[in-house]
């Protein structure tokens, strides 16, 4: 039966056996090498550490990692139940010291990311504020009498130190106005009060309303008195207004047909920042081409709103926007990287303060749905506490384990 093989299987067998040649090269028609050849740098890598600008991780020594003594143990039995003491001497000799010698290295180059923190002090814009505990409530709390203000003022007065200079006498007295509080009860309840009540509007004097007819200046020169209104509609001060970054992008003329025939008009696309995490953009339109452009730069600054930066100089990961019919993707990039993208997500970056960036239009390159896509995309960029707090996980920085402390 083996001999007895179909024509179409000894022909497979006698075409496997005979060599094939090598198809020959394309012939290039230019001078340019090809794309496929892997490109190498004509100059040499250099490493930070061959310039001395990181620790050198020989010099750490395991040894360094010393078990607990007799009088350790007795210093944080004080501080720690028997139960925590237990946990956390399983928890570190579940870390091997190699891991702390020559991962836990601190860096001490001029590009040290600066997210180290021993969280002794609260940050504004990281940390949450504060809440105040809701226990501090007192339902049964009375106003106090002029009788009792002034029974205050006389126990103040009786226990006042003899002999404070006048800088600690002055701190002496705003300490006893701080700590006053003007109602029987729990002082907590005063001090520390678990309110939604919004704070009373402050009165207004002479003395609040002397400065605001007179004309804002920025050192010797005068700013724009077209953007006086933002300082007044604001929290902007005029030295804040004067240096910020304003850029019309887009402006051109819009033609609206109507029955008693074509109206003109121009039309501004304008962005603002102060290059340090704020950007805005704003649409103006009018009749004469500066009331159009002053109008779309107050709609800028007050549209301003603060972008999250990694570093102070890139975004964090990547991000995508859609406006009509464009869209725009932006990435982060190592440092040194530039701005590399189109000219109008060049100068938002610019005014936003943001140094290293890539990005690509996809589809429609209409210039404002460009500038909206991008104004979107940087809003919309993924914090790791936000990934980290939908997958139901911890926020750990790993950095100095993943890549050996030289990130």
Known sequence: MKSLLPSRCLLCRIASNVPRSRPSPSRPFHTTTSSQSKRRSSH????????????NKSD????????????????????YSPDQLRAIEAAESAISPDDLTHQAVIRNDPFVPDYLDDFATRRTIIDKRARKPETDFDPHATDKTEADDEKDLTDYVRNYPIGLPDDEARLHYIRFLEEKTHTHGDPAAELNASTAKAPELPLINDAMT???NAPTTHGATPIDPALEPILQQTSFTADEVSNFRIKDLVAHRVVNQTRLGKIQSMYFLTVAGDGNGLLGIGEGKGTEPEDARQQSRRQAIKNMKPIVRYEGRTVFGESEAKVGASIVRIASRPPGFGIRT???????????????????????R????????????LMRQRL??????????KFVDVRKVYYGGLV
Not at 44 to 55: F, Q, R, V
Not at 384 to 393: F, M, N, S, T, Y
């Open 210 to 212: 002397d400065g605001l």
């Open 60 to 79: 750490a020594d395991s040894s360094s990692v010393a078990p607990y003594t007799d009088k350790d143990r007795e210093v944080l039995s004080k501080l």
């Open 342 to 364: 189109q000219r109008y997500i060049y100068e938002m970056c610019r005014c936003a303060g943001i140094s290293d960036i890539s990005a690509k239009v996809i589809r429609s």
């Open 384 to 393: 790791p506490e936000d990934v980290a707090r939908a997958r139901g996980k």
């Open 44 to 55: 040499p890598s250099i490493k930070a550490s061959d310039l001395g600008l990181t620790t």
């Open 366 to 377: 209409n210039p404002m749905n460009v500038a909206k896509a991008t104004y979107e995309a």
